[in-house]
């Protein structure tokens, strides 16, 4: 088995979780990424990510697609990650990269 870190153990996601959701760390599970993606059991998903390699919250550890990128092939859950080269968190990145995001999920909607 794969050993990775939850986002419920980054310490800006524990502050945010114990504001929101109270100091139960075990009930923060439920959205955990990391953590859904192995009890998923739905219909079939094809995960679509970009993230920004200039991205502070990335540089910080905030973040952390590999380890989510880890769950999904250990779940057998098909993810493809793009991390994309001088952009960061802002709405310009997002702008940017609409258009492969509504492609993605359109061709699902047929």
């Known amino acids: ?6 986002l419920c153990s980054v ?4 502050k945010a979780f114990t504001g929101y959701l109270g100091p139960k760390q075990e009930a923060w599970k439920e959205y955990d990424a990391c953590e859904l993606v ?3 059991n739905g219909p079939p998903l094809d ?5 920004g390699k200039s991205d502070n919250f ?10 989510f990128v880890a769950a999904c092939t250990e779940s057998k859950m098909p ?3 793009n991390m994309q080269e001088d952009y960061d968190h802002s709405y310009f990145f997002i702008s940017t990269f609409m258009k492969n995001h509504i492609k993605h999920h359109a061709k699902y909607l047929k």
């Open 1 to 6: 088995m794969h050993q990775y870190v939850t």
């Open 79 to 81: 993810v493809q990650l």
């Open 58 to 67: 990335l540089k910080e550890s905030q973040l952390l697609p590999d380890n």
């Open 11 to 14: 310490p800006g996601v524990k």
């Open 38 to 40: 192995k009890v998923y």
């Open 47 to 51: 995960i679509y990510i970009d993230q």
